[in-house]
């Protein structure tokens, strides 16, 4: 269970609530978007005198010149063996396959495909360690920190030519996450984009399927403004549409109307699971150790690690551009292809070929079939709700889209019915996007919560909205924000008043999530997560105190002030999601 704090601020004499959470608007001159991904990393910016003239006038940094994909580089950060950067991308990943040749690599931190760790894990804090490829531990918050670091640096550079003078300051970052992020999640890679240079008051978190919706639309506009009339209806005022956004790790899936203002408000929770492109490349090695024999796989690893990498990036460029009635052709070194004797049981499937190693078709299209059918099911599901019963187009974004395996599969179950759209280049629209959605402010004005938000109280009684608290072992579950309610992002989302009894100056609200449908009442740590905690002051030989608790959720974070009744004290915080 996460054991986290809400911050105490000096208290303000305003009586104004809805001021306390409003921040000083910033001008700035550019807004540059990091799209940090499980498998490719990408930067764009644009200006905000280009933004006036040309929505899309966005320039890409490429960050290597050795991916012929996409001006993305491969997520990977190589450390030497002091912990100090050493390089990112295709740099690091060539630079260790150097040293894996000379048996120098063991010493050295290499990282790779690490962002999944922040779904995955249980329990996010700020000491959370992750483990590079030869097992050893770094801190997650300095290895994400280091490469938003480098991203950001080379973006400033780019910049700096375009603009005299620039200062770091000058600019809005934006940073992408996936939209089925825990609150958790959200907040680290804040703290890692502080830890890298970037402030708080200059970054903006982007949803990835929302930047992708939203540079799809000013797309469909444009062409508009052109003489293609039919590339406006997916986004026209009313229209309802989904985003599912196919990355390297999960698969990210929102749900949006388009407002008579043209902004968006999401019509159903943000929903998805780890099903993305890296889940192929997982089958492919599993595969290849059921032909070869897990036991020359591990030793080849270990003996020859530099043809080991190499198999790898092989198998990641392959896959891309497999082909759904096509073979698979993977290059093998000379010694292992020496010891593979293909098993009668692989016999139909596979086939050796002097240093090159083939999976038929079929075998192809069992191994994508898990993670496609795995997609397009729960897609049919949300299709299938309430909410989600006006919707006309699914647009589909993420280097995963690209496949054929899936655009076959979406056409297939989806197109009779509902416009399928695979926009060009799919894997830097979220990244485009986010520059958009950086520049606009408020895009997104409506959201629904994905959990039930609460108060983890001893309660002696209960009146309307006035809740008595009192020192006793239980804890009562008591309701602020429903699941799947609709929050506007900016707005007050409720308020409640909080009777407490303590026997010191100091009192402390746990606040809780359940992803339950139906909630129950008492707190168990198998159902419910503490999220945070408001800490307040009482006032001196006071008995009770009544605590007015307002609550508003801006784009990423819940806001709370808690202000005693009687003296008029407030107390504004944020909830800390993360562990000391």
Request: charged fraction near 25%.
């Amino acid at each position: 269970m996460n054991e986290t704090v809400c911050d105490e601020v000096m208290a303000k004499p305003e009586k104004n609530i809805a001021s306390l959470f409003q921040s000083p608007q910033k001008s700035f001159v550019a807004v540059a978007a990091i799209d940090f991904g499980t498998t490719y990393s990408g930067c764009a910016f644009s200006t905000v005198q280009d933004f006036k003239t040309d929505k899309l006038r966005i320039v890409t940094i490429p960050l290597d010149d050795k991916n012929v994909f996409s001006y993305k580089t491969p997520t990977v950060l190589l450390l030497n063996p002091e912990g100090q950067f050493h390089s990112f991308g295709a740099a690091a990943e060539d630079h260790y396959v150097t040293l894996a040749e000379s048996d120098e690599a063991n010493s050295w931190y290499y990282f790779d495909r690490f962002k999944m760790q922040l779904y995955s894990a249980k329990d996010i804090n700020r000491n959370m360690m992750l483990k590079e490829m030869g097992g050893k531990k770094m801190e997650a918050m300095l290895v994400f920190a280091l490469c938003i670091e480098y991203i950001k640096d080379k973006v400033l550079d780019r910049l700096r030519l375009a603009i005299n003078g620039l200062q770091d300051d000058d600019v809005r970052w934006v940073l992408t996450v996936p939209a089925i992020w825990s609150d958790q999640a959200r907040q680290f890679m804040i703290k890692a984009a502080a830890k890298a240079g970037i402030s708080k008051e200059n970054l903006k978190l982007a949803l990835e399927p929302e930047g992708a919706a939203m540079f799809c639309k000013y797309l469909a506009v444009d062409k508009v403004e052109h003489g293609d009339r039919s590339a406006l209806k997916a986004f026209e005022e009313k229209a309802q549409f989904m985003v599912v956004d196919l990355g390297g790790g999960t698969i990210d899936i929102t749900v949006s109307e388009v407002l008579p203002t043209g902004q968006l408000k999401e019509i159903y929770n943000a929903t998805g699971g780890p099903w993305g492109g890296n889940y192929i490349n997982g089958q492919i090695i599993k595969t290849l150790k059921e032909v070869i024999g897990w036991e020359i796989i591990r030793t080849f690893k270990l003996e020859e690690f530099y043809e080991y990498l190499e198999l790898l990036r092989n198998v990641e460029q392959r896959k891309r551009g497999a082909k759904h009635d096509s073979e698979l052709s993977l290059a093998i070194s000379k010694d292992l292809s020496k010891k593979i004797k293909i098993p009668n049981s692989h016999k139909q499937s596979v086939r050796l070929s002097g240093r090159s190693i083939h999976l038929s078709a079929l075998l192809m299209q069992k191994i994508f079939s898990s993670s496609v059918n795995t997609m397009t099911k729960h897609v049919e599901g949300l299709l299938q709700k309430k909410e989600t019963r006006g919707v006309s187009s699914i647009l589909l974004v993420g280097g995963y889209a690209a496949s054929d395996f899936v655009q076959r599969a979406f056409r297939e179950k989806f197109e009779q019915k509902y416009k399928i759209i695979f926009p060009l280049t799919p894997d830097m629209i979220v990244l485009k996007g986010a520059v958009i959605l950086g520049h606009l402010g408020e895009a997104i004005v409506d959201r629904m919560t994905k959990y039930h938000y609460g108060l983890g109280l001893c309660a002696a009684a209960v009146s309307g909205r006035i809740i008595s608290v009192e020192e006793d072992t239980t804890k009562t579950f008591f309701s602020l924000i429903k699941k799947g309610q609709t929050i506007k992002v900016g707005d007050v989302v409720t308020n409640y008043e909080v009777a407490i009894k303590a026997h010191s100056q100091w009192a402390s609200i746990e606040v809780y999530t359940t992803d339950e449908d139906v909630p129950r009442t008492n707190i168990d740590e198998e159902h419910f997560t503490k999220v945070g905690n408001i800490n307040v002051t009482l006032p001196q030989f006071k008995h009770e105190s009544i605590l007015i608790l307002t609550i508003t959720y801006c784009e990423t974070e819940f806001k709370v002030i808690a202000t005693d009744k009687t003296t008029g004290r407030c107390f504004v915080g944020i909830c800390k999601f993360l562990g000391k």
